[in-house]
């Protein structure tokens, strides 16, 4: 079985005023120091509605939305100004306690929020890693998962609070999946605007933490552009 990926990964891409592409958002573009070391679920979460905005072809009610152009893939526009502005409003939504965004209810009830206030009617789905191992979903259901969301074209916000054996991720942090190959279950994921690849089967079964997976289902038709 091929990859399972997003329709357009190319809608992730942002480019920064000096050139340089990044995939998703990165917590080290905030200024203050605490949303830099905080501010990995409000970056997943931007992440998920930055596509979602971007493949409906719609416009922000921020600074810099005339920048859109009239094409859904939004042909030689970065995005990076909106990017931060989205991101900026999204933590006062996705806020970090002093644990940072350690939970799902954290993560869902913020993006409702935030959708909410601009008029957007989404469902979340949400799947829990719970911290006991013998509690936790199989690889069948994790991939099911994961396919069914990235099938819908919804990028997947995933919170490892213990990363295993998996030494290329962080722990206690919101990452941000996109593709994944079912039978080898090596999964792309999007962190600090650039691609990593990881096998999420292997962190299922070593995280002593466990942690969960959020995508976004949105309705048939937004209420309104932002």
């Not at 913020?110 to 601009?118: A, D, E, L, V, W």
């Not at 942690?211 to 976004?216: F, N, P, R």
């Amino acid at each position: 079985m091929s990859k399972i990926s997003i329709a357009e990964p190319d809608l992730m891409n942002i480019t920064n005023t000096a050139g340089e592409t990044f995939i998703g958002g990165s917590q080290d573009w905030y200024t203050d120091s605490w949303h830099k070391k905080s501010g990995c679920g409000p970056v997943a979460a931007c992440n998920l509605m930055w596509y979602l905005f971007r493949k409906n072809n719609l416009k922000s009610d921020y600074p810099d939305s005339s920048d859109y152009s009239d094409s859904p893939a939004y042909s030689g526009y970065s995005g990076y100004s909106d990017y931060l502005n989205i991101m900026t409003e999204m933590f006062g939504f996705v806020t970090p306690t002093f644990k940072g965004v350690d939970s799902s209810d954290i993560f869902v009830n913020g993006i409702m929020n935030y959708t909410s206030k601009h008029n957007i009617i989404i469902k979340p789905y949400t799947l829990e890693i719970p911290k006991k191992k013998g509690d936790r979903p199989n690889d069948d259901a994790l991939k099911e998962f994961i396919s069914t969301a990235l099938k819908s074209d919804s990028p997947v916000a995933f919170l490892n609070l213990s990363n295993g054996t998996v030494s290329l991720l962080e722990n206690w942090h919101w990452v941000t999946i996109i593709a994944i190959d079912p039978d080898t279950m090596m999964t792309d994921i999007i962190d600090y605007g650039k691609i990593i690849t990881i096998n999420i089967s292997e962190w299922l079964k070593t995280s002593m933490l466990g942690g969960a997976l959020v995508y976004l289902k949105e309705a048939e038709q937004l209420n309104e552009n932002v």
